[in-house]
């Protein structure tokens, strides 16, 4: 159960600066010349202020959980070699993937504690996020974190049909910390989560997820 309304008023992520920036010069210009360009940048403003909200998210206290890196409907749980990239190995694990609308939280978080061991950017295409190839031929952002134990989990960042912009705010060794923002992808996405070996998934097909709260693997039996 989300600890926190995902729809409730929140100030917007930083990634939504240069969007109100230029719509607020477009309204107050649109004053002066002509109303309806201040009124279709106001709407504009109001979209941008609700598709960057940012909601706080409290994880649970539990230890040794593996939480949802983003919000969004679960639309895989299966067991697949991780992405060449991320230096996995070839070994099958689960991997969860969300797939995130336009009405959904954009926010990516860091799904449990550990140090970034690293980070790949590959450029592709931005067919739907939620085909079952997206994963593959998409653009994408990957990022592998080793946890206390060694053992190693992964986030993908994937664009979708829409979105053209994946926006990651840590480096290659930065020490994170469960629950906490890393990232964002702009106007609908999806992202996959890469669980430790021998770490099965609590969630199912079509359940929604809130980010940095709803608890997806326990990583201690």
């Given at each position: 159960?989300?600890?926190?309304?995902?729809?409730?008023?929140?100030?917007?992520?930083?990634?939504?600066?240069?969007?109100?920036?230029?719509?607020?010069?477009?309204?107050?210009?649109?004053?002066?010349?002509?109303?309806?360009?201040?009124?279709?940048?106001?709407?504009?403003?109001?979209?941008?202020?609700?598709?960057?909200?940012?909601?706080?998210?409290?994880?649970?206290?539990?230890?040794?959980?593996?939480?949802?890196?983003?919000?969004?409907?679960?639309?895989?749980?299966?067991?697949?070699?991780?992405?060449?990239?991320?230096?996995?190995?070839?070994?099958?694990?689960?991997?969860?993937?969300?797939?995130?609308?336009?009405?959904?939280?954009h926010v990516n978080r860091v799904p449990a504690n550990g140090t970034v061991t690293r980070i790949a950017y590959?450029?592709?295409?931005?067919?739907?996020?939620?085909?079952?190839?997206?994963?593959?031929?998409?653009?994408?952002?990957?990022?592998?974190?080793?946890?206390?134990?060694?053992?190693?989990?992964?986030?993908?960042?994937i664009a979708g049909l829409i979105a053209r912009r994946i926006v990651c705010g840590k480096r290659e060794g930065d020490a994170v910390t469960a629950g906490e923002r890393f990232g964002i992808i702009r106007f609908g996405s999806?992202?996959?989560?890469?669980?430790?070996?021998?770490?099965?998934?609590?969630?199912?097909?079509?359940?929604?997820?809130?980010?940095?709260?709803?608890?997806?693997?326990?990583?201690?039996?």
């Amino acid at each position: 159960m989300a600890l926190v309304d995902p729809w409730r008023v929140a100030p917007p992520h930083p990634a939504a600066r240069p969007f109100l920036v230029s719509a607020g010069v477009v309204f107050l210009f649109g004053l002066l010349v002509a109303h309806w360009l201040a009124w279709l940048a106001f709407l504009f403003i109001l979209l941008c202020l609700f598709f960057f909200r940012d909601p706080e998210r409290v994880p649970p206290p539990r230890r040794g959980v593996v939480l949802a890196p983003a919000d969004g409907r679960v639309v895989s749980v299966a067991a697949t070699v991780p992405l060449a990239e991320l230096g996995l190995g070839g070994a099958p694990r689960w991997r969860v993937a969300i797939f995130l609308s336009v009405l959904d939280v954009h926010v990516n978080r860091v799904p449990a504690n550990g140090t970034v061991t690293r980070i790949a950017y590959r450029h592709g295409r931005f067919r739907n996020a939620a085909d079952p190839q997206a994963t593959e031929t998409n653009e994408r952002n990957t990022i592998a974190i080793r946890l206390a134990d060694g053992r190693e989990i992964a986030v993908v960042q994937i664009a979708g049909l829409i979105a053209r912009r994946i926006v990651c705010g840590k480096r290659e060794g930065d020490a994170v910390t469960a629950g906490e923002r890393f990232g964002i992808i702009r106007f609908g996405s999806r992202t996959d989560l890469y669980l430790p070996e021998g770490v099965a998934p609590l969630v199912a097909e079509g359940q929604t997820m809130i980010g940095g709260e709803t608890v997806i693997a326990l990583l201690e039996p």
